[in-house]
Nanobody, 124 residues
Framework: QVQLVESGGGLVQAGGSLRLSCAAS????????MGWFRQAPGKEREFVAT????????YYAESVKGRITISRDNVKNTVFLQMNSLKPEDTAVYYC?????????????????WGQGTQVTVSS
């Protein structure tokens, strides 16, 4: 059974930084693309960033480009989301997800396992 557990969320002031982690267990982590999505109150879940199985390909939502970096450690079965220059509009629950295959994808339908989420709150 695949499990994804996010951590690292919290309250931060605008302009600050946070590093989210997502630890995976079960399955072969290094074979699958991974992604981060977020959902703000009253809004649809949206794509944030994705990384291919090897880490060789990454894609970002336009709203976070230049501020957020996705990376992975296939030895530790963990994917990271480094978030800098945070804005109040980044406030959301952040979810990591495992792709059905090894590529990077911005489409939530391509993901079959999801974590429980971690809250990120950015104060102005």
């Amino acid at each position: 059974q695949v499990q994804l557990v996010e951590s690292g969320g919290g309250l931060v002031q605008a302009g600050g930084s946070l590093r989210l982690s997502c630890a995976a267990s079960g399955g072969t982590f290094s074979s699958y693309g991974m992604g981060w999505f977020r959902q703000a109150p009253g809004k649809e879940r949206e794509f944030v960033a994705t990384i291919s199985w090897s880490g060789g390909r990454t894609y970002y939502a336009e709203s976070v480009k230049g501020r957020i970096t996705i990376s992975r450690d296939n030895v530790k079965n963990t994917v990271f989301l480094q978030m800098n220059s945070l804005k109040p509009e980044d406030t959301a629950v952040y979810y990591c997800a495992r792709n059905r295959a090894g590529w990077a994808s911005s489409l939530s339908r391509d993901y079959d396992y999801w974590g429980q989420g971690t809250q990120v709150t950015v104060s102005s």
